[in-house]
């Protein structure tokens, strides 16, 4: 891994200069910064964050990375980090990605910069080969979605098995016409969940429809839209299976309105109390944080420790009224 002397004699400048472009030093020429910004570039440099913060005497802190926080599942996973790092004295830090893939590079290495003992990271990027430099002294644990193209730890729950057992739970109630509703294609979360969704259509004999998939159910006027759309079709759906809480919370109304049978995949605050309340695939959230956030401590404090790194949590089916239970 390159050092900031490798840099340094690679743009013909002193480690001072490095280090001084490297901390946005405004004083520093702009072509000296250029070519310094050039060498650091070719030579994949990655500054040594957790050596300056025990030479700076800072207390560290912990990195939490989702794609929103107001998400309850989400909030539910930066909940549990925040308990676990607290509960040794660390502080965390959290900050929302959003979902565009293109933005998650800029603001994990805007966080990876500052002073951390380790990233808890939701992503939402189809890449992750890029992190392969920062993993060699901060340890990256992955949530709800598995990395790609890196060696790294993953806390998932089992997407394809929850998915399974709620279209399975309709399907065993009579319905034979079941819609899936999602709001995004590309999270691997998602495909895993219509996976599910179709194995369990398959195995009750139940042939595949594409047009009973709806992708456009992330917003209360995009859940309205395909909701209405599925209602116009020659043979319309008898009952739902929501991809996420998020979706869950956006169609409730036309769903209700609609008198479709539903499950939704996650539990959210108030489902159990809605009319009807919400039958729901169980994730446990809080335990994928606990998860993450007490790996990636063990990781720092123990860097040669050996540890599995694909962890699948088992979901389970809570019933409740929308379901139509019997």
Known sequence: MATMQDVAQ???????????????DPHVLP?????????????????????????????SSVGVAVP??????????????????????????????????ARERPVLEALLRTQ????????????????????????????????????????????RHGSYLATRHLLDHGHRRVAFLGDQTHPPSTRRRLDGYTEALGDAGVPLDE???AFDAGSDEGAGRELARLARLAEPPTAAFS????????????????GLAFVGFGDFPM?????????????????????????????????????EHSTVVPVGLTVRDSCGRH
């Open 31 to 59: 072509e000296t910064r250029t070519r310094v910004e050039e060498a650091m570039r070719s030579l994949n440099y990655v500054p040594n964050v957790l050596a300056r913060t025990f030479r700076a005497g800072r207390s």
């Open 116 to 159: 951390l003992m380790g990233l808890i990271l939701a992503p939402v990027a189809a890449d992750h080969a890029w992190l392969a430099p920062w993993t060699e002294h901060t340890p990256i644990e992955f949530v709800d979605r598995a990395p790609s193209d890196l060696d790294a730890d993953s806390f998932v729950e089992d997407d």
């Open 211 to 213: 047009q009973l998939i």
């Open 10 to 24: 690679h743009a013909g400048v002193s480690a001072k200069t490095v280090s001084r472009v490297f901390n946005d």
């Open 243 to 258: 991809s996420n809480a998020r979706v869950t919370m956006h169609a409730f109304t036309a769903l209700k309105a609609s």
């Open 271 to 307: 489902a159990d109390r809605l009319t009807p309340s919400v039958s729901v695939i169980d994730q446990d959230p809080a335990r994928l944080g606990r998860l993450a956030a007490t790996r990636a401590l063990q990781r720092f404090n123990t860097p040669d420790a050996r540890f």
């Open 68 to 101: 929103d926080v107001v998400d309850p599942f989400f909030a539910a996973v930066v909940r549990a980090v925040e308990r676990v790092c607290s509960a040794s004295g660390i502080t965390t830090l959290v900050t929302s990605i959003g979902d565009d893939p």
